[in-house]
Nanobody
């Protein structure tokens, strides 16, 4: 069955870094654009970063530009989100998403907490 399994979340101090991973299975990963979303308590889910199916195009929310980097390896069926210079306002549950315009899949989420 289709699975998107996130990992790499945790507690980090302001200014620190984390690398989230999303391992995909059960669908043709290389045919899907991938995204990272996040949802903070009491807020709507928001798009953080996206990458095209072959990795040639990326896009970022203004709030994370210059600090976060999305990458993927289609041979490993994995997408990553490198998060640097983390701020308390980056605290949220981070979700992996895969879509091809016809189908869409979500992971279960991983908690990121930025606090001293």
């Amino acid at each position: 069955q289709v699975q998107l399994v996130e990992s790499g979340g945790g507690l980090v101090q302001p200014g620190g870094s984390l690398r989230l991973s999303c391992a995909a299975s059960g669908f043709t990963f290389g045919n899907y654009a991938m995204r990272w979303y996040r949802q903070a308590p009491g807020k709507e889910r928001e798009l953080v970063a996206g990458i095209s199916s072959v990795g040639s195009n990326t896009n970022y929310a203004d709030s994370v530009k210059g600090r976060f980097t999305i990458t993927r390896d289609n041979d490993k069926n994995t997408v990553w989100l490198q998060m640097n210079s983390l701020k308390p306002e980056d605290t949220a549950v981070y979700y992996c998403y895969g879509g091809n315009g016809f189908k869409a899949y979500w992971g279960q989420g991983t908690q990121v907490t930025v606090s001293s």
